[in-house]
Structures are given as C-alpha cells and as structure tokens.
C-alpha cells in the first residue's frame, strides 16, 4: 500500500480550472440534468478567453450515479469526449466532503454516510461499488490526468482530541477507496483533495494514499486586508510548507483549488494575481475554483441565491462574458 508510483505528468504545467455547469445548485442536479451541448459551450468559453487552460476538474456525483447508473457514466463517457475535443486533461473528483459553512451546500458525503453502521443512511458499501465501477469503466483513460477520491475530507475546523477519532476513520474510509482504485486502475494517478486547516499534519496524513498530493491554498483574508505583507508572506509560508511536504515524501503536487472569491471584481483580480504568483514562484500548477457562473455555492451573484463568505468565485459571468479584469489569468 502507499501511492509511491513514479509519476510522469508535468503537473507544473497545470493551467485549469473547476468546472460547475451553470444550471444546477448541487452537483446532483447538474449531473442529473446533463447537458452535453451547454456543457460543453461553458468549457469552450474557457478555451476562447483563456487561451492556456489545458486541464478541468469535474464534480461527479455519487447520487446521479446511484438513481441511473447506466445514464450516469454514459454522460461522464460524453463530458470526457467533450474535453478530448478541447484539448483538456481531466482531473474526476468522485466523492465531496465540503459542505458549506452558509447552508448553501453542494451535497456529497456526510458522516454518518460512512461511519455509523448503524445509520439508516449508512452508504460505504454504497459509496465502495460507485467508485469500483467508474473507474474500473475508465481504467488508465488516457485524458484523466488524476482520480481525485474525494474533495476537502476530514471537515473540521481543524486538528483537536474531539475530532481525532474522526479523523481516523474517515483516513481508514479513504484508505478503502483508495485501494480500490489502485485494483481497478493501476496506471492512472491518484490522490484526495485536501484543505489547508489542519495544516502540515493534516498533509502528511494523506501522503500514504497520494500519487500526486492534491492541495487547496486559498489566500483567504477580506477584501480590504487583501494588501496586508504580514498576510501575504504568511500566504507563502503556508505553500512552502506544502511544496516542502510533497518534497520530503517524494510526491509532485498539483493545485486542485485556488484563488479566493470576492464581490468586487476588482479585489477579486488582486488576490488572483498575487495566488497565482504565489503559485508559480513555488513551480505549481493550479485550477482555481471556477470557471463559470454556476447556481453551486461561490460562483453566483446575490440574484441567483444566497452567496456566503467566498462571496463569487466565477471567472466568466452569467451572460457568457469574461468577468471584468479576469483575463489576468492568461499572465500566469
């Protein structure tokens, strides 16, 4: 066990995006009512304004999976052409823990799902034969970069003795899922998708189930503390840390999300700019979240819902235009 596969990928070279169709609020409803042609006019907008976007990462979605399997990987199939013709590396996140502090969730995975067999919602088995299967479907596919297992595991504020034997049982959950891709597809990547709130520690603890260590550096201040040096050496600080740890375990890292939202369009453009530089001065590729306006949490404006603490993550508007300034993105 261990993901200590030699890994050939540049995954400097990196320069994506997450991708949240524009009709759905949860990635239920956007895998449930897919749309080959918008989906694929959405990334296409991406590749018109940002000439060096070369990978995506997509939200599936267990529960689409679980009420039609067939009709689910049928359009994962179709997502997957539809990046082949764009040119794009897709990095499949098959499982979500982030649950969102506004109420607005996206859904996916919650405790009691995996941990407590005595639950009548208790789904590991469930969530086991959902992986098995779309991997097993799409072992060694050449245009998936990295499996990623599962998006921001482990959701706690972070590290304390309340949550530790949590913690160790989502890892042994992880570990199990983690195995079962390796069975089904030995070729491919893998590796989960983790948070910056436990730090080093909560790192260190996804090494033995990474290929690829998969992480989210959000310079996440407000908008009017954004220029603040003692934040921003902080910032790096922390993706040092990150580089050092996948240094020391003999693991590349790629960037999975990045680039914290704001209201302002303005503010917004500043704190891309300084992540992004950030970013590639420790040589990492990266896929800020996201590229288009979405009805998902972080990526509308107040009119379409109610909009939380990342305020609007999008790159492109509603309207299809690029957001005001957002083609800075092509400078990094």
């Given at each position: 066990m261990g993901g200590g596969r030699q890994v050939s990928l540049d995954y400097s070279a990196?320069?994506?995006?997450?991708?949240?169709?524009?009709?759905?609020?949860?990635?239920?409803?956007?895998?449930?009512?897919?749309?080959?042609?918008?989906?694929?006019?959405e990334l296409r907008r991406g590749k018109h304004y940002?000439?060096?976007?070369?990978?995506?990462?997509?939200?599936?979605?267990?529960?689409?999976?679980?009420?039609?399997?067939?009709?689910?990987?049928?359009?994962?199939?179709?997502?997957?052409?539809?990046?082949?013709?764009?040119?794009?590396?897709?990095?499949?996140?098959?499982?979500?823990?982030?649950?969102?502090?506004?109420?607005?969730?996206?859904?996916?995975v919650?405790?009691?799902?995996?941990?407590?067999?005595?639950?009548?919602?208790?789904?590991?088995?469930e969530y086991q034969a959902y992986v098995e299967d779309i991997v097993a479907t799409f072992s060694a596919d050449r245009r998936i970069m990295v499996w990623d297992i599962c998006n921001e595991p482990?959701?706690?504020?972070?590290?304390?003795?309340?949550?530790?034997?949590?913690?160790?049982?989502?890892?042994a959950w992880l570990t199990e899922l983690f195995e079962a891709v390796k069975r089904h597809d030995a070729v491919t990547?893998?590796?989960?998708?983790?948070?910056?709130?436990?730090?080093?520690?909560?790192?260190?603890?996804?090494?033995?189930?990474?290929?690829?260590?998969?992480?989210?550096?959000?310079?996440?201040?407000?908008?009017?503390?954004?220029?603040?040096?003692?934040?921003?050496?902080?910032?790096a600080r922390e993706v040092e840390m990150m580089v050092e740890v996948g240094r020391r375990a003999g693991r590349p890292a790629l960037v999975t999300e990045t680039c914290w939202g704001a209201a302002d369009d303005a503010a917004r453009v500043d704190n891309m700019r300084f992540t992004l530089a950030t970013l590639n001065r420790f040589g990492l590729g990266f896929m800020p979240y996201a590229l288009h306006y979405s009805r998902v949490a972080d990526l509308h404006r107040e009119v379409d819902g109610y909009v939380g603490i990342a305020r609007f993550a999008a790159f492109i508007e509603k309207d299809g235009a690029v957001r005001a300034g957002h083609q800075a993105f092509n400078d990094y």
């Open positions: 990196v320069r994506g995006f997450n991708y949240q169709p524009s009709w759905g609020s949860t990635s239920l409803e956007n895998w449930l009512y897919f749309d080959a042609r918008r989906f694929e006019a940002f000439p060096k976007f070369n990978a995506v990462r997509y939200w599936l979605s267990w529960d689409a999976y679980f009420r039609q399997p067939r009709q689910f990987k049928a359009d994962l199939a179709a997502a997957l052409e539809i990046a082949e013709r764009l040119e794009l590396k897709v990095v499949p996140c098959l499982l979500n823990r982030w649950h969102d502090l506004s109420g607005y969730d996206n859904g996916g919650y405790l009691e799902n995996f941990l407590l067999p005595e639950s009548w919602c208790y789904y590991r088995s482990f959701s706690f504020v972070g590290p304390s003795a309340g949550t530790q034997p949590l913690v160790e049982a989502e890892l990547p893998v590796g989960v998708s983790v948070h910056p709130n436990h730090g080093r520690e909560g790192l260190e603890r996804v090494v033995p189930i990474s290929d690829v260590l998969l992480i989210h550096p959000y310079f996440q201040v407000p908008e009017d503390q954004a220029g603040d040096q003692a934040a921003r050496d902080a910032f």
